[in-house]
């Protein structure tokens, strides 16, 4: 018994010997159970739940002030964020029927028109950059203000309408990089413009693909003479409307309903509730990764509260017993567990909110950049789910070992017997995993994510307590067998361990669990990070051109070759709307997949070409080769997205013309080489008589940039996309969510510790009193350090093997489904795995049972 349990069933005894038949008071309730909890405390009982309660709320808190806050101010601010009430946003003209119903109902309105252009100075020695082009009209925006400057540095101000006739707004990237000042003429497509003012900030701006470009915004009356909406001129029109809630939910209605029921294709609504996309979309995806990160240190806590849980009820069992048979009632042992355990839990939770609060500050250091406006005060939500997960946590896995030993009648918990009362504590342990089941899916905010995360963790938890009881029933017959001549300490470990299988198959899974989340973030930031940032390779194209007219593909490639660009390979473009597959008509809502609904709502940009190319590789049915017959060969990606295989029949609607073509190939695509690639291919007589423009992708040092400026001048109408700017931008985000992502991981790092402890910890006292037996019947310390060694050396092997395996299989999840490349098999992780198995077991059982081979064998028997 330990002291602390023979502290507590003493106090017990002696108020029950000073009132023998007198049920406790509320506040003798009290009283005891702070006793017995300080008790606890200072014996060290306590010391493992607590730590393990803290991590859990900090990080489920951390999180959940982070996304309060950011919900608040993205709600706050939605109107500012896309300039209007609602906004219809199309690849083409909006229809005006749309004008005309906002109109009907009084709402004010406003258009723009965004899409890329080559922008040059009129200096003697002209410098060109891609621009993105913005062309609004008078009343934008309708909500928020645009605010400007008149030099750089100098104080902005709201903008007071748009820019002037003859003059643009630029920001300050592009002024730099055609180093020109206000003032300056800029030339933009066929006309000549005055740099009017500097944007300083434009809130709606987006983060688009051509949105990572300098801003240059002008007058949308005077985009026709510039010349640059040509045909294949990718343009994003929208219609931006405002007004009264009541008009505004009218306009919303009618909309969807043209949209959606009409099945408007290229068509996309924006709300309020949308906010900015493109913002919300970044921070959703860095919030749902977060929330995973939490989630796994919540678990983790789970499993480490029962282990601990586990072994202090063991410690308790003479205690307890004792207080049974002093009188004390079961009602009051529960009440007394119940009341010290809901105070440390109430105590867990407060530290673990108030440590929360100080890391979601950290997550918003990290994820600065991506988060532009003024977040307000955090509500008080976070902190009570915190303190209300804490509670779920301790009571769901803590007091089930407790609750059968408060019910077995006194005479059998002295001769340990359980009895059918030990299923309430199952009973008790479904109640909890239900409760934190439901607990993951309140954190995850989704009952999708926090169900396949609650799942996935029960599936694992009986996966691998599964394996380990099967591979210690194999090991124990396999040892036992005559033609296996094996020491007498590897006979001897592997029957105990499976003598007492249930706490040793817990062990093994609790150890495994820990391990494998260790690894995980080994490999999460040596392998799946490493490996995104080693995916493109150095010398990857850097330079886009598109709109390529045919007139114009001679003299590009001539003056690409003449300037020390001569692999450059111009490929046709063709824009297609696929229509039906296999003869049924394609409709958005018949796909559950949000990329799938997307994919098929716009055009596809389809190619022509007799040979495959490099760095494809066909992965079902066979290239089409030379053949005159319609054809295709499709990406992988979106044959899966579309549910499309080989053999299937598609339709494409090109310019008015129908293409009926069977897709006799499956193609996989290196994304990361940068090169120009489709995803729909044809044999050149299927598409070569269709309107098409070129585009073309090359790798350009930085010394060789004046080349572009002299292509530019040579071919105003062409689109020059330098990709090295928008790659930097993606991966500076990249890195604050990865920053953001391992500063949360510190938490499940911390978890894993505390469950590798506490599942060498838990059978401790049991290897105490056998290693103790073993001695005084008459083993030598080298026979008991034997089986001591063998028995680590089983647990930590097994262990390792089953983390390794579980690691691998989610960072190849986390490289497909998350990161997007693709992770190869490392051989080298399960050798590691079974290595830090045996160490971690190792390590643990020695700091456990160090010093009972230097003790006589009463003196452990007794402790023990």
């Known amino acids: 018994m330990s002291d602390s349990a023979r502290a507590s069933s003493a106090s017990a005894a002696r108020a029950a010997h000073k009132a023998p038949g007198r049920r406790f008071s509320g506040a003798d309730l009290l009283r005891q159970s702070v006793r017995?909890?300080?008790?606890?405390?200072?014996?060290?009982?306590?010391?493992?739940?607590?730590?393990?309660?803290?991590?859990?709320?900090?990080?489920?808190?951390?999180?959940?002030?982070?996304a309060d806050r950011l919900h608040q101010?993205?709600?706050?601010?939605?109107?500012?964020?896309?300039?209007?009430?609602?906004?219809?946003?199309?690849?083409?003209?909006?229809?005006?029927?749309?004008?005309?119903?906002?109109?009907?109902?009084?709402?004010?309105?406003?258009?723009?028109?965004i899409f890329p252009s080559m922008i040059s100075s009129m200096s003697a020695e002209p410098v060109s950059r891609l621009a993105a082009l913005k062309a609004v009209s008078a009343a934008y925006p309708?909500?928020?203000?645009?605010?400007?400057?008149?030099?750089?540095?100098?104080?902005?101000?709201?903008?007071?309408?748009?820019?002037?006739?003859?003059?643009?707004?630029?920001?300050?990237?592009?002024?730099?990089?055609?180093?020109?000042?206000?003032?300056?003429?800029?030339?933009v497509g066929s006309r000549t413009f005055k740099v009017g003012a500097i944007i300083t900030r434009e809130l709606d701006r987006g983060f688009g693909f051509v949105n990572f470009s300098p801003r240059l915004m002008l007058r949308e009356d005077e985009v026709a003479s510039t010349g640059l909406i040509v045909f294949g001129s990718r343009v994003t029109y929208r219609l931006l409307v405002a007004g009264p809630r009541t008009p505004v939910e009218k306009f919303a209605a009618f909309a969807h309903a043209r949209v959606d029921d009409g099945k408007m294709r290229g068509v996309a609504?924006?709300?309020?509730?949308?906010?900015?996309?493109?913002?919300?979309?970044?921070?959703?995806?860095?919030?749902?990764?977060?929330?995973?990160?939490?989630?796994?240190?919540?678990?983790?806590?789970?499993?480490?509260?029962?282990?601990?849980?586990?072994?202090?009820?063991r410690r308790h069992l003479d205690g307890c017993a004792a207080m049974r048979c002093l009188g004390v009632s079961q009602r009051t042992l529960r009440s007394l567990?119940?009341?010290?355990?809901?105070?440390?839990?109430?105590?867990?939770?407060?530290?673990?909110?108030?440590?929360?609060?100080?890391?979601?500050?950290?997550?918003?250091?990290?994820?600065?950049?991506?988060?532009?406006?003024?977040?307000?005060?955090?509500?008080?939500?976070?902190?009570?789910?915190?303190?209300?997960?804490?509670?779920?946590?301790?009571?769901?896995?803590?007091?089930?070992?407790?609750?059968?030993?408060?019910?077995?009648?006194?005479?059998?918990?002295?001769?340990?017997?359980?009895?059918?009362?030990?299923?309430?504590?199952?009973?008790?342990?479904?109640?909890?995993?239900?409760?934190?089941?439901?607990?993951?899916?309140?954190?995850?905010g989704e009952v999708k994510l926090g169900g396949i995360v609650a799942g996935g963790f029960a599936a694992g938890l009986l996966v691998f307590a599964a394996i380990a009881r099967l591979a210690l029933w194999g090991a124990a017959r396999v040892v036992?067998?005559?033609?296996?001549?094996?020491?007498?300490?590897?006979?001897?470990?592997?029957?105990?361990?499976?003598?007492?299988?249930?706490?040793?198959?817990?062990?093994?899974?609790?150890?495994?669990?820990?391990?494998?989340?260790?690894?995980?973030?080994?490999?999460?930031?040596?392998?799946?990070?490493?490996?995104?940032?080693?995916?493109?390779?150095?010398?990857?194209?850097?330079?886009?051109?598109?709109?390529?007219?045919?007139?114009?593909?001679?003299?590009?490639?001539?003056?690409?070759?003449?300037?020390?660009?001569?692999?450059?390979?111009?490929?046709?473009?063709?824009?297609?709307?696929?229509?039906?597959?296999?003869?049924?008509?394609?409709?958005?809502?018949?796909?559950?997949?949000?990329?799938?609904?997307?994919?098929?709502?716009?055009?596809?940009?389809?190619?022509?070409?007799?040979?495959?190319?490099?760095?494809?590789?066909?992965?079902?049915?066979?290239?089409?080769?030379e053949t005159k017959q319609p054809q295709i060969s499709i990406e992988e990606g979106l044959a899966k997205t579309i549910h499309v295989k080989t053999g299937d029949t598609l339709r494409f609607d090109v310019t008015g013309l129908q293409i009926d073509a069977p897709v006799t190939s499956v193609r996989k695509l290196d994304w990361g080489s940068f090169k120009v690639n489709f995803f729909v291919l044809m044999p050149p007589a299927a598409l070569q008589d269709f309107p098409a423009s070129f585009i073309t992708s090359f790798h350009l040092p930085a010394e060789k940039s004046a080349t572009i400026d002299g292509l530019i001048a040579a071919y105003p109408s062409l689109t020059v996309i330098d990709v090295g700017p928008i790659l930097a931008q993606m991966q500076r985000m990249l890195e604050q969510v990865i920053g953001a992502v391992q500063f949360l991981f510190a938490f499940t790092l911390a978890a894993g510790v505390l469950v590798l402890y506490a599942a060498l910890a838990g059978t401790r006292d049991e290897r105490m009193r056998e290693s103790a037996l073993l001695r005084a019947l008459g083993a030598s310390h080298q026979q008991v350090r034997a089986v001591q060694v063998a028995e680590f050396v089983a647990v930590g092997a097994l262990a390792g093997l089953m983390a390794a395996v579980g690691a691998q299989v989610v960072g190849w999840q986390l490289a497909t489904r998350v990161f997007f490349f693709y992770l190869n098999f490392d051989p080298w992780l399960l050798p590691a795995g079974i290595v830090v198995g045996i160490a971690c077991a190792g390590v643990g059982g020695w700091i456990s049972l160090r010093h009972v081979l230097s003790r006589p064998a009463l003196q452990s028997l007794r402790d023990a």
């Open 480 to 625: 036992r067998s005559e033609r296996f001549n094996v020491g007498i300490g590897w006979r001897y470990a592997l029957a105990s361990l499976e003598r007492r299988s249930s706490a040793s198959a817990l062990q093994i899974t609790a150890l495994g669990i820990g391990l494998m989340c260790l690894l995980l973030i080994a490999m999460t930031r040596n392998d799946l990070v490493d490996g995104w940032r080693k995916s493109t390779p150095p010398d990857a194209p850097n330079q886009f051109i598109i709109d390529i007219q045919p007139d114009q593909r001679a003299g590009v490639t001539q003056y690409l070759t003449s300037h020390g660009v001569p692999d450059a390979v111009l490929s046709p473009m063709v824009r297609g709307r696929l229509i039906s597959i296999n003869g049924k008509p394609v409709n958005p809502d018949q796909f559950k997949s949000d990329d799938a609904r997307r994919l098929v709502d716009r055009e596809f940009n389809l190619s022509y070409t007799t040979s495959l190319p490099d760095d494809n590789r066909i992965v079902a049915g066979d290239w089409y080769g």
């Open 36 to 66: 017995m909890a300080a008790r606890d405390w200072r014996a060290g009982e306590l010391t493992m739940l607590l730590l393990a309660l803290v991590l859990a709320v900090a990080a489920l808190s951390s999180v959940g002030f982070l």
């Open 269 to 313: 609504l924006e709300s309020l509730k949308d906010g900015q996309p493109q913002v919300r979309e970044t921070l959703d995806r860095a919030g749902h990764f977060l929330t995973l990160v939490s989630l796994l240190t919540a678990m983790l806590a789970a499993v480490a509260i029962a282990m601990a849980a586990h072994r202090y009820m």
């Open 337 to 444: 567990f119940l009341l010290e355990f809901l105070g440390l839990g109430l105590l867990g939770g407060v530290v673990g909110v108030l440590l929360g609060y100080a890391g979601h500050l950290a997550l918003l250091s990290w994820l600065g950049s991506l988060i532009d406006v003024v977040l307000p005060y955090p509500t008080a939500w976070p902190a009570l789910e915190g303190i209300a997960a804490g509670l779920v946590l301790l009571l769901g896995f803590a007091l089930p070992p407790l609750l059968p030993l408060t019910q077995v009648p006194p005479v059998r918990v002295l001769r340990r017997e359980w009895g059918e009362e030990a299923r309430t504590a199952w009973a008790a342990y479904a109640l909890g995993i239900v409760l934190f089941a439901a607990l993951l899916i309140v954190a995850a």
């Open 73 to 113: 101010g993205l709600e706050r601010d939605a109107r500012r964020m896309i300039g209007a009430d609602f906004i219809v946003r199309a690849d083409h003209p909006v229809d005006p029927q749309f004008s005309n119903e906002a109109k009907a109902l009084g709402l004010q309105m406003a258009t723009t028109a």
């Open 142 to 187: 309708l909500r928020g203000a645009l605010r400007i400057a008149t030099a750089p540095g100098a104080p902005d101000q709201p903008a007071q309408g748009i820019p002037a006739p003859g003059t643009v707004w630029v920001d300050q990237a592009l002024l730099d990089a055609l180093k020109l000042h206000v003032g300056d003429p800029v030339k």
